[in-house]
């Protein structure tokens, strides 16, 4: 079964950076596209940065320059560093994946920065 597990979170003053993994099992990293997306309080969720099954990487323009997306498929983890964090970057980050067949989430991980 597909399973995503975030690690990384904690808190951070603006301008700290943090480092999110994503722990994938399953045939995720071979038929997936995946991304991390974010929460905040009172928002919707929306995308962070994302890498497509052929590689192709977006980042929302509110963390262009400040977050870069990897993945490591060996070790079938995602993740995604996070730098000059800033407080409007607090949320709950989730790790998606979008397969063929079926979307899958992980249980989110909080990141609080505090100015």
């Known amino acids: 079964q597909a399973q995503l597990v975030e690690s990384g979170g904690g808190s951070v003053q603006a301008g700290g950076s943090l480092k999110l993994s994503c722990a994938a099992s399953?045939?995720?990293?071979?038929?997936?596209?995946m991304g991390w997306y974010r929460q905040a309080p009172g928002k919707e969720r929306e995308l962070v940065s994302s890498i497509s099954r052929d590689g192709i990487i977006r980042y929302a323009d509110s963390v262009k320059g400040r977050f870069t997306i990897s993945q490591d498929n060996a070790k079938m983890t995602l993740y995604v560093q996070m730098n000059s964090l800033k407080t409007e970057d607090t949320a709950v980050y989730y790790c998606?994946?979008?397969?063929?067949?079926?979307?899958?989430w992980g249980q989110g991980t909080q990141v609080t920065v505090s100015s």
């Open positions: 998606a994946a979008e397969c063929p067949r079926a979307s899958y």
């Open positions: 399953g045939y995720i990293f071979t038929s997936c596209g």
